[in-house]
């Protein structure tokens, strides 16, 4: 009584679910086995214990052989080995598969022969009976002379149809006597098609080294768990019927140099661009070849118009959601040098009919020029990249970016920040930037603009350095802003002060405190 641990079933009790209760309760009555048969074996202890369980609802992949019945457990009668059969994980196609045979030994573990009547059965993974014949056990009917075995074999049929987890038993009743099972299961494979992938450099060659990456828009929980690695511009993966967005970054290797951050080629050559070529949405219904061509990708850049501006961090990102809400994200670590030395492509896409795909890059620009100090903070997005990924702002886009003007202030001495804006959106709630130094002595007034949109959540986060030693982090809340919204922050606002938050569990009531914060609207710390 009084436990919050499971649920109670009396002042004594309490129901509780998982391996960690049942280990000890299968530990404990294998030592009492033991205990009536000192002779006996580990695997025959182990056979007796699943072999008399008492069925329970469900399959034998979530409940295994049942609940304990030592009772039954005791007497000499049956073991089996093994204890239970896997027939394991059968591959797509079955259709010409011969049937694949397990063989079954009973022993009889007492002084008197047991006359016994041998079945099997299987259900599919919907828990119907399996076709008639699909798993069959032969003997059906047997004597086991004392301390005696006789071997029973068990047949799967495997070509029937059907796919999925079968789950079953061989059962063996002894005259007048309970019934002996060994539990059975089996997962076929469903439909699946190879998927020959294909990547060209921008010069049309296929001395590619990369990972694809290949996502189900319908379900997301059936895309291939890894990506998949090229060698030499070639790959397969196995993928069930469905529509798919595959994507890419392929890298052309040149001679000469500098290229891109990563080399990945070998010594004598560098990777001379980057493309990042993308599928947005490809049927498969068979086996097919994919080709991801590098040479249809576009230079990708953004112009503020009237402004001079030089991109000093960009992200690409694909977002998918599926029907049933399942999401993933790919994101890409590119770099604004590669846009700057005109290094960087980008496929222009279509949008998808199946499932939700949002595309997106996500960039940081700086004025460049005596005095300047506007920063702009874009979040580019839609459900396809353009024809044109040459983006420019013209005076009406400018004039619907959010303003802020942010001051930086001081500790009462000169205060480092190094920030950084995040944004989310409805499909992507993945965010990555690299944090900026704010190049001007504090306190200073800066005007950042960043783009807005309802779907899109902006934060911003600092770090905060007092003669290089930090002394606290701070973020904003997500909030989305308003189309030529003009707002004020300021960052150190007084007073600092103790924040707290609390949450409470169906147990506990828990609180967590900030030392120091400050006033506004973001929370952080000060150490």
Not at 122 to 143: E, F, V, Y
Not at 415 to 426: C, I, K, L, M, W
């Amino acid at each position: 009584a009084g436990t919050s641990l499971g649920e109670p079933v009396g002042s004594l009790y309490t129901r509780l679910s998982g391996t960690s209760m049942a280990a000890p309760h299968v530990a404990g009555a294998a030592a009492l086995l033991a205990e009536e048969h000192p002779d006996w074996t580990a695997g025959t202890l182990k056979s007796t214990l699943v072999g008399t369980a008492a069925a329970t609802p469900g399959t034998v992949f979530d409940r295994g052989g049942g609940r304990l019945d030592l009772a039954t457990a005791v007497p000499d009668r049956l073991a089996a080995a093994p204890a239970s059969l896997s027939y394991g994980l059968i591959a797509y196609p079955q259709a010409a598969l011969p049937p694949v045979v397990r063989q079954v030994t009973l022993r009889n573990t007492g002084d008197t022969p047991l006359t016994v009547t041998v079945a099997a059965s299987l259900r599919t993974p919907d828990g119907h009976a399996a076709p008639a014949g699909m798993l069959t056990a032969s003997p059906g009917r047997i004597t086991v002379p004392p301390a005696g075995q006789v071997d029973v074999t068990v047949t799967l049929a495997v070509a029937m149809s059907g796919a999925g987890a079968f789950s079953g038993e061989v059962t063996a009743t002894v005259d007048g006597g309970p019934a002996f099972r060994v539990p059975v299961g089996v997962v076929k494979e469903s439909t699946m098609h190879v998927l020959r992938l294909h990547a060209l450099d921008r010069d049309g060659g296929s001395l590619v080294e990369t990972l694809v990456t290949v996502i189900n828009l319908g379900d997301v929980r059936a895309s291939p768990p890894d990506p998949v690695f090229l060698r030499d511009g070639e790959g397969t993966v196995r993928v069930p019927p469905g529509f798919y967005a595959i994507s890419s970054a392929i890298p052309t290797l040149g001679e000469g140099g500098p290229g891109p951050d990563s080399l990945i080629g070998p010594a004598d050559l560098v990777i001379t661009s980057v493309a990042i070529a993308t599928i947005a949405e490809q049927p498969v219904d068979r086996d097919m070849d994919v080709v991801l061509d590098a040479r249809a990708a576009q230079p990708i850049s953004v112009q503020v118009q009237g402004v001079a501006t030089v991109p000093t961090d960009l992200h690409v990102f694909l977002a998918v959601r599926d029907k049933a809400g399942n999401s993933f994200v790919l994101g890409y670590d590119t770099s604004a040098q590669d846009v700057v030395d005109g290094k960087l492509f980008v496929q222009p896409t279509t949008a998808v009919k199946h499932g939700e795909l949002e595309v997106s890059s996500k960039w940081r620009l700086d004025t460049v020029g005596e005095g300047a100090t506007p920063t702009y903070d874009l979040l580019l997005a839609g459900p396809a990249f353009p024809a044109s990924l040459r983006y420019v702002l013209d005076d009406r886009a400018i004039g619907r970016l959010a303003s802020i003007v942010d001051t930086y202030r001081s500790a009462g001495t000169q205060t480092g920040y190094r920030e950084a804006r995040h944004v989310f959106t409805e499909l992507n709630p993945v965010s990555v930037a690299v944090l900026h130094t704010v190049p001007q002595a504090t306190p200073v007034k800066r005007i950042e603009y960043l783009s807005a949109d309802p779907d899109q959540s902006w934060f911003q986060c600092a770090t905060l350095t007092v003669a290089d030693a930090g002394i606290g982090d701070f973020c904003q809340a997500p909030a989305p802003y308003r189309r030529s919204a003009q707002v004020d922050h300021a960052w150190l606002r007084a007073p600092l002060r103790t924040t707290v938050a609390a949450f409470r569990t169906t147990a506990a009531l828990q609180i967590g405190m900030n030392d120091l914060a400050e006033d506004g609207p973001q929370g952080g710390s000060i150490a």
